[in-house]
């Protein structure tokens, strides 16, 4: 039977590639009503920032993803 960490590792894993499809599914879809090059070149702008984005989400989920979604706080009264 698989461990815990492995599988918060790859459910993690999995919302970066939901973010990614999704982000490029938006850009060709702009694509679509591009006419000229201006707008082809603020598309390869957005698609570069996509995947260097996707790159750096997917660097930081490996490196913490134990620690996503958990949140504590100390709710005792300090005074």
Wanted: net charge negative; proline share 1%.
């Amino acid at each position: 039977m698989e461990d815990q960490p492995q599988n918060q590792s790859r459910a993690t894993r999995g919302g970066v590639y939901v973010l990614t499809i999704t982000g490029l599914l938006i850009l060709l879809k702009l694509g679509q009503q591009a006419e000229a090059w201006v707008d082809f070149a603020l598309l390869g702008i957005g698609g570069i920032g996509l995947l260097w984005g996707a790159i750096r989400l997917a660097r930081f989920v490996r490196e913490h993803g134990d620690e996503i979604g958990e949140a504590r706080f100390d709710t005792r009264n300090k005074d």
